[in-house]
């Protein structure tokens, strides 16, 4: 499946979540994505680098996934 994702540039750690999220507009809608993971919790702030990888997933997780609300949990 073919999604239009645009990212926004507001990647941050969400304490209540116990992830690193961005918001995000997938085929016009507004969404937070979540990631999920150990080792990334224990970063304090993410890269360009990560950050582009961290997109990757999501990408791929849209390939895959339907949006079914206003956010999306991905474990990675």
């Known amino acids: 499946m073919n999604q239009a994702i645009l990212f926004n540039d507001d990647?941050?750690?969400n304490i209540k979540e116990d992830a690193?999220?961005?918001?995000a507009q997938v085929s016009g809608q507004k969404v937070t994505i979540?990631?999920?993971s150990k080792a990334l919790n224990k970063l304090s702030i993410i890269d360009n680098c990560t950050q582009y990888d961290l997109e990757e997933f999501?990408?791929?997780w849209l390939e895959?996934?339907?949006v079914d609300g206003d956010?999306?949990?991905i474990s990675i």
Do not use: D
């Open 11 to 13: 990647l941050s750690f």
């Open 20 to 23: 690193w999220c961005v918001t």
């Open 34 to 36: 979540y990631f999920h």
């Open 58 to 60: 999501a990408e791929l």
């Open 64 to 66: 895959k996934n339907e």
């Open 71 to 73: 956010s999306i949990n």
